[in-house]
């Protein structure tokens, strides 16, 4: 069933980055997901298959009630991004959005300690992540990325 049948009223927030990236990233930090082959071409296959989905999605709930955003803008402009998002969603503008670390670190906010990620999480937004995959991508797959993740061209982040 469609999240979007079983919560009539949501709206969603596709969260887009590069493929190339999110591959570094679950390849360096060895997450594991089943059935996808560990390796960058395998979780480069893994990102293709599920941003088309998603995006597939996206388009099926129109653009009323689903909002791309991209990660890469997330973190380079924060708070006009965030100011986007919260218009989508009719919500109200907060400064603590650009500090959600610090209400944290105040125990504002709980983390789960089990989460892969959280420790990013208990950090200022930073845009350092956005270019990081370009030391560790494999050169050779470089070439062929767009080949085997389609949606890179698509979505604009190669030519």
């Keep these: 069933m469609h999240m979007s049948t079983l919560f009539p009223n949501s709206r969603f927030i596709l969260m887009v980055r590069d493929g190339r990236a999110v591959a570094t990233s679950i390849v360096r930090r060895k997450v ?8 960058y071409p395998g979780t480069l296959t893994f990102w293709e298959r599920n941003i088309a989905f998603m995006i597939n999605q996206c388009a099926t709930v129109g653009p009323s009630r689903c909002l ?20 989508f969603l009719d919500l109200p503008w907060s400064d603590k959005l650009l500090k959600h670390d610090e ?6 906010i709980h983390i789960s300690k089990y989460e892969p990620s ?3 999480v208990n950090h200022p937004i930073n845009a350092s992540s956005v270019n990081a995959w370009r030391q ?3 050169a050779d797959l470089l ?10 061209k698509t979505l604009g982040y190669v030519d």
């Design 103 to 108: 209400l944290i670190a105040a125990g504002g």
């Design 143 to 152: 070439a062929r990325a767009a080949q085997i993740a389609p949606h890179l």
């Design 68 to 87: 791309q955003v991209r990660y890469e803008e997330l973190v380079m402009r924060p708070e006009p991004t965030l100011r986007r998002i919260l218009t």
């Design 136 to 138: 560790h991508f494999p």
């Design 118 to 120: 959280s420790n990013q």
């Design 32 to 39: 594991r997901i089943g059935g996808v082959n560990m390796t």
